[in-house]
């Protein structure tokens, strides 16, 4: 039995350990990506500087229980970004459309009051504007 609890014990501190590559993710648009398209027929990822100038959020349409969650960010030339998405969840995921958002960190020494552009896939080529 003691075998059995410290089995346990072990696995919820790996567990915890566990982390993501966003610090937050939220079931909705915050108001930042007031300006972001949304067309029903080609849903396409969006990035958005964050309210506090130090984070990016990353919007995704798709499943709510399998969303498209940023996985890694790689500068790919000065002020070019590329974001990879990948598919988090299970092997059954809901046939919903809905946005998803994750707060991710900005690339250090890029500010809002730089023009950036981010690869966030395929067909997906986006500028974020200057802000201030």
């Known amino acids: 039995m003691a075998a059995v609890a410290a089995g346990l014990l072990a696995g919820a501190v790996l567990l915890t350990g566990c982390s993501t590559f966003y610090s937050e993710k939220l079931r909705d648009l915050p108001p930042e990506a007031s300006s972001v398209e949304f067309d ?71 500010t809002p009051a730089d023009s950036v552009v981010v690869d966030i896939g395929p067909g997906t080529l986006l500028e974020l504007e200057p802000v201030g």
Do not use: H, Y
Request: hydrophobic letters at 40%.
């Open 40 to 110: 029903g027929l080609d849903p396409k990822p969006a990035v958005v500087w964050a309210d506090n100038g130090e984070d990016w959020f990353v919007i995704t349409w798709g499943s709510s229980s399998c969303p498209n969650a940023p996985v890694s960010l790689d500068m790919t030339a000065p002020g070019q970004f590329s974001i990879e998405l990948r598919s988090e969840g299970g092997p059954v995921c809901t046939a919903d459309l809905g946005p998803t958002t994750f707060r991710i960190a900005a690339p250090d020494g890029v």
